[in-house]
C-alpha cells in the first residue's frame, strides 16, 4: 500500500486531491496510488466500534450501562460505514471494470465466506444437517450482500431528482411491510439505504465541515446527551430497531411507528455519525495502514464471535466483573485490530479478495468502454470511484 505523507499548508486545490478517497477490496473500483488517512482512520475506528459491539452483546442483560453503551454504539457504527461506503461509491456507473471489481471484492466473498460460516457452524455445534440458503445471508454477510445491492443500485440514484427523499421513503416503507420476507436481509438492506445514498451526495468539502474544531466541541455535549438518552432508554426501548431487521408489526408495534422510528433513527445516525467523524484525526496514526484491512476484520472477527456463544467463553466467573468488563472490550478491539493486520490479509487474500481475471473476458488494451472517464480526470478533487 503506497502512503501519502502529510503537508501542512497544501492550497485548497491540493487539499481536494489529498481527499480523495481509497478504494478497498469492497469497493469494485480502480486502485488509485494515493489514500487519505482521514478515511483509513475512520474506518478502522469504525470496525473497532462494531467488534466491542459484539463483546459487549452477551453482557447487555447484567450491566444497564453497558446496554446502553451498546445501544449509543449501535446507533451510528454501522451508519459510519456505510455512509463512507456510499461515499466511495459516488461515481459508480456500471463499466466492465468496475463490475468485475465489484464481483471480486463483494459477490465472491459473499458466497465464500456463506459457505464458510455455515461449515463452522455444522463443526463448532456438532449441527452437521444446519443448511446454507443463498439467499439468507448468514451473520456478518449481510453487509457483503447489501453493500452489492446498494451499489449495483448507484447508478440510479445519480440521476433522480430526489434521492435523499426517495431513500428515506423506501427506508419509512420498508419499516411497516413484513410481507418482504427475510431473503437477502431486504429489510436491513431498504432500512441503511438512506446513508448510503447520503454517502454519494456528500463532497469532501463536507468532510472538511466536519473536521472544524467548533464541530469537535459541540460533538461533546452531543455525543454526552445521546449516552445520557440511550442509559434513559435501555428497560423502556426493544433494542431490535437498531438492527433494521425487523418491520414495526415484528416488534409488537403499530406501522405508524416503523416510520416514526424510521425517520428517528436516521436523524440519530447522522448526528452521532458527524460526532465521530469529527474525532477522527486526519493525520497518519499507528493505525492508519489498519483501515485498509477492515474488510478482513469485520468478516473474521465474526468467527470469534460465533465461537464466544457457542463454547460459553461467557460463562467464567471473571466475565461479570466491571474488570472482566472491561477485559472484554480489550479484547475485542485487540482480536479485530489483528485481523486488519497485513499478515492476515495475505493469508486470507483468497477469499476477501480473490482473484478472478480467469472468470471474466478482458478489455482490448486501449480500448476506452463508452461513458468511461479517463483515468486521470477519475481523481480528481471529487476522488475515484469507489464498502466487512
Avoid at 460460516?117 to 443448511?131: C, E, I, Q, S
Avoid at 449495483?152 to 420476507?181: C, D, E, K, Q, Y
Avoid at 429489510?187 to 454517502?199: D, E, H, I, K, S
Avoid at 467464567?316 to 497485513?342: E, F, K, M
Wanted: include cysteine.
Amino acid at each position: 500500500m503506497l502512503q501519502v505523507r502529510n503537508q501542512r499548508a497544501a492550497p485548497p486545490r491540493d487539499r481536494a486531491r489529498q481527499a480523495v478517497p481509497p478504494p478497498t477490496v469492497t469497493d469494485g473500483q480502480a486502485p488509485v496510488n494515493t489514500r487519505d488517512p482521514f478515511f483509513d482512520n475512520a474506518k478502522y475506528l469504525a470496525i473497532v466500534l462494531v467488534a466491542i459491539g459484539h463483546a459487549w452483546a452477551p453482557l447487555r442483560d447484567d450491566s444497564r450501562t453497558l446496554a446502553a453503551l451498546y445501544n449509543a454504539v449501535y446507533a451510528f457504527h454501522m451508519p459510519a460505514f456505510i455512509l463512507i461506503a456510499g461515499y466511495f461509491s459516488r461515481n459508480f456507473t456500471g463499466r466492465p471494470e468496475q463490475l468485475r471489481r465489484l464481483v471480486g471484492g463483494v459477490l465472491v466473498p459473499y458466497l465464500l465466506f456463506g459457505v464458510a460460516y455455515v461449515l463452522f457452524k455444522r463443526w463448532a455445534t456438532d449441527d452437521p444437517n444446519h443448511p446454507f440458503a443463498l439467499l439468507d445471508p448468514y451473520y456478518l454477510t449481510w453487509f457483503l450482500i447489501a453493500l452489492f445491492v446498494w451499489r449495483i443500485t448507484a447508478p440510479l440514484w445519480n440521476v433522480v431528482r430526489w434521492p435523499m427523499p426517495i431513500a428515506l421513503t423506501v427506508a419509512a416503507l420498508a419499516s411497516f411491510a413484513p410481507s418482504l420476507g427475510n431473503d437477502l436481509n431486504i429489510q436491513r438492506v431498504l432500512q441503511l439505504l438512506p446513508f448510503f445514498v447520503l454517502g454519494m451526495k456528500l463532497r469532501p468539502e463536507h468532510f472538511e465541515l466536519v473536521k472544524r474544531r467548533e464541530v469537535r466541541l459541540a460533538a461533546l455535549p452531543v455525543a454526552l446527551c445521546a449516552l445520557a438518552t440511550a442509559y434513559w432508554s435501555v428497560p423502556r426501548m426493544e433494542a431490535g430497531w437498531f438492527y433494521r431487521t425487523y418491520a414495526a408489526q415484528d416488534l409488537g408495534f403499530e406501522w405508524w411507528a416503523g416510520v416514526v422510528m424510521s425517520l428517528a433513527l436516521f436523524g440519530c445516525g447522522l448526528v452521532l455519525t458527524v460526532c465521530f467523524l469529527s474525532w477522527v484525526p486526519s493525520g497518519r496514526r499507528w493505525f492508519t495502514a489498519l483501515g485498509a484491512g477492515t474488510m478482513y476484520g469485520f468478516l473474521l472477527h465474526g468467527f470469534v464471535v460465533k465461537a464466544s456463544r457457542w463454547w460459553d467463553w461467557y460463562d467464567t466467573s471473571w466475565v461479570a466483573t466491571p474488570a472482566g468488563q472491561l477485559g472484554v472490550t480489550a479484547i475485542g478491539a485487540v482480536v479485530v485490530t489483528l485481523l486488519c493486520t497485513a499478515p492476515v490479509r495475505r493469508l486470507f487474500r483468497f477469499m476477501v479478495e480473490p482473484r478472478l481475471g480467469w472468470l471474466f473476458t478482458r478489455t482490448p488494451r486501449g480500448a476506452v468502454p463508452r461513458g468511461a472517464v479517463p483515468r486521470g480526470a477519475e481523481a480528481g478533487a471529487d476522488g475515484p470511484s469507489r464498502s466487512r
